[in-house]
């Protein structure tokens, strides 16, 4: 799969990264080389083959509903770049 | 009575016991140390004397009272993917520029309820991502070991690099690590230390900062085997904050060093013999059999048939847990923000600015295989890939007691010698990948010297849950190879 411009600049959208001038051409050329690389795992037979979902065969096992935690809202603003009282600030969203 | 830096964690432990020095003096001698060496190794990025000594002196204290933990006094240093209360933790990202948990990770809070001390937090390659510690936002950290005749800094490998680095200089004594795809045990053998990245869900992933969940394990880098038992023992344990944690017992690990291999099934996986693999590589591996043989455990050829697609399913797999984790990164909560014209703006230009050109890459592969149209082309079949890969494994287990390979492809590389071709670095974890595709456990053992004089490692792998045999042949290893011969202390101010 060759990846283009304007797919480059597609999914950087999707991953909300803004790319400088150029970047997106290095990108271009790298992503495609890495796909490319990937794309061996087309000579795979896996037809019939459940994906994996968990690598461990243990049984992951169900906790209580219950709340266990919580009640210091102060400590978990208190790295936020921008806040007010127990608040994180954002850049106005709805006019 | 040697340096106290000079000492392994077994060897302080006695040490302590007999009152030969002081936690606190252990400390010092550690903090003095850090401070000679960082400006030259960059192993630290965040050196904790302060910190160091008060928790020193906690332990004089319970020593004095007779209720000296596992790691009473052990002067650590922690990868800065640890979340550390009060103390600075950003995965060596600039997005996470100053961020101070409220809250210890479970792993190291479980060291610190064994008496162990911290020094500081651990330079790695940002988010873990990188197999050569150059993709930090604080800079490369270099190895202590050079090639034979030569000035040039080498990489000490990655992502773990700091921790590597910093426990092959005996800057600490041993040092907590995280292995996604081989970022302890890589490290490990390029600067002649004992990495092991145990069974997924063996230790509580917890208050790390998460690259790719399904993957991620934290484990121990150490200076001996002995050293990786003890330190595992105090990692390790069920923890309700993490799910996929295991409730099993921890069992005496330390135990399993020195109890005899005699009769144990050693698989040696052909697939391992890669094409244009180094002949030293190929020595390294012979030498490891043959100690292994005079130990008397028997050598049997087995098929691990889908080793070289692990690789690239890792690719796949890897980035696409990495791009949802990184998700979180946007400016608000934590860390880097730069302001835009909207919210989205400001998003955008926050993780522009704030994660590194290997971050992007791999956020962008895993939103790109994760998106819509290329997840079954992608995603589902690297993880039905995952599942032969598994397989393989749980073959080979029906005859085969533990797996003997090399670690790396190759010895430490220099600084800018593989940084301009992504896959040329991904290569590095050619060995060491499938264990994290499979959740098994690895150990890197120094195993020799390459013909430039810098380390190489082997690499031990078990079954789910079965450390101790990797503790039990691999001290037999160690035996055998003999203590590696200590490389010139260049980088130490006087």
Redesign the interface.
């Known amino acids: 799969m060759k990846?283009d411009d304007a797919?480059?600049r597609n999914?950087?959208?999707?991953?909300?990264?803004?790319?400088?001038e150029g970047e997106d051409k290095t990108?271009e050329s790298?992503?495609t080389?890495?796909?490319q690389?990937?794309?061996?795992?087309?000579?795979?037979d896996?037809d019939g083959?459940?994906?994996?979902?968990?690598?461990?065969?243990?049984q992951?096992?169900m906790?209580k509903d219950e709340i266990t935690d919580g009640g210091?809202a102060d400590?978990?603003?208190?790295?936020?770049?921008?806040r007010a009282g127990n608040f994180?600030v954002?850049?106005?969203?709805v006019e | 009575m040697s340096e106290p830096t000079r000492l392994t964690i077994a060897e302080t432990r006695d040490a302590l016991a007999e009152k030969k020095f002081s936690a606190e003096e252990l400390a010092q001698a550690h903090i003095s140390e850090i401070e000679r060496a960082n400006e030259a190794l960059n192993a630290f990025i965040l050196p904790t004397p302060e910190h160091a000594l008060d928790m020193a002196r906690a332990s004089d204290a319970r020593i004095a009272k007779g209720g000296a933990g596992a790691l009473e006094g052990i002067p650590l240093g922690i990868k800065d993917l640890f979340c550390t209360k009060g103390v600075r933790t950003t995965a060596c990202s600039h997005i996470l520029d100053?961020?101070?948990p409220?809250y210890d990770s479970t792993v190291t809070q479980n060291l610190w309820d064994a008496g162990a001390v911290m020094l500081g937090k651990l330079n790695c390659d940002e988010f873990a991502m990188g197999s050569s510690n150059e993709s930090s936002y604080y800079g490369p950290v270099i190895n202590p070991w050079r090639r034979a005749g030569s000035d040039a800094p080498l990489v000490p490998g990655g992502s773990s690099g700091g921790s590597a680095s910093a426990v092959a200089a005996h800057l600490c004594q041993g040092a907590t690590a995280t292995d996604t795809g081989g970022s302890i045990r890589q490290p490990a053998s390029l600067t002649g230390t004992v990495g092991l990245k145990p069974t997924?869900?063996r230790c509580s992933r917890w208050g790390i900062v998460a690259f790719a969940s399904?993957?991620d394990q934290a484990g121990p880098l150490t200076r001996s085997v002995r050293d990786s038992a003890i330190m595992l023992g105090a990692m390790a344990g069920h923890d309700?904050k993490d799910?996929?944690s295991?409730?099993t017992p921890v069992p005496d690990y330390e135990a399993a060093v020195g109890q005899s291999i005699r009769g144990l099934k050693v698989g040696i996986p052909r697939e391992y013999r890669m094409e244009g693999m180094p002949e030293e590589i190929e020595a390294l591996w012979k030498s490891g059999i043959d100690w292994l043989k005079s130990a008397g455990a028997e050598m049997v050829d087995v098929s691990l048939p889908?080793t070289?697609?692990a690789l690239?399913?890792y690719?796949?797999v890897a980035p696409a847990e990495a791009?949802s984790n990184l998700?979180r990164y946007?400016?608000?909560?934590?860390?880097?923000?730069v302001?835009?014209d909207?919210?989205?703006?400001?998003?955008?230009?926050t993780?522009?600015a704030g994660?590194g050109a290997e971050v992007?890459?791999r956020?962008?592969?895993g939103?790109?295989v994760l998106?819509a149209g290329y997840y079954d082309a992608?995603y589902?079949?690297?993880?039905?890939?995952?599942?032969?890969i598994?397989r393989d494994f749980e073959d080979v287990f029906e005859k085969v007691d533990v797996l003997l390979a090399p670690s790396t492809p190759g010895p430490a590389f220099a600084i800018g010698e593989k940084s301009g071709d992504?896959?040329e670095m991904y290569l590095n974890d050619i060995f060491t990948v499938p264990a994290n595709?499979?959740?098994l456990p690895g150990i890197s053992i120094p195993g020799g010297l390459s013909g430039e004089g810098t380390p190489l490692g082997l690499q031990l792998i078990a079954k789910?849950f079965d450390e101790e045999m990797l503790f039990r042949v691999g001290h037999v290893i160690e035996e055998a190879a003999g203590e590696l011969p200590t490389p010139d202390n260049w980088w130490s101010k006087s």
């Open positions: 990846i797919t480059v999914i950087a959208r999707l991953a909300r990264i803004k790319l400088d990108l790298e992503l080389g890495i796909l690389w990937v794309e061996q795992l087309g000579e795979v896996t083959v459940e994906p994996m979902t968990c690598v461990t065969d243990r992951i096992e906790r210091y400590e978990i603003v208190r790295n936020a770049p921008e994180f954002v850049p106005k969203v | 100053g961020f101070e409220g997924y869900g399904s993957l309700p799910s996929t295991v409730d889908h070289k697609y690239p399913a690719y796949i791009s998700a946007d400016g608000v909560r934590y860390g880097l923000r302001d835009g909207d919210i989205i703006d400001m998003y955008e230009k993780r522009a994660f992007k890459r956020v962008l592969i939103t790109y998106s992608y589902i079949k690297a993880q039905r890939v995952r599942t032969l598994k992504p896959i595709m499979s959740g789910a």
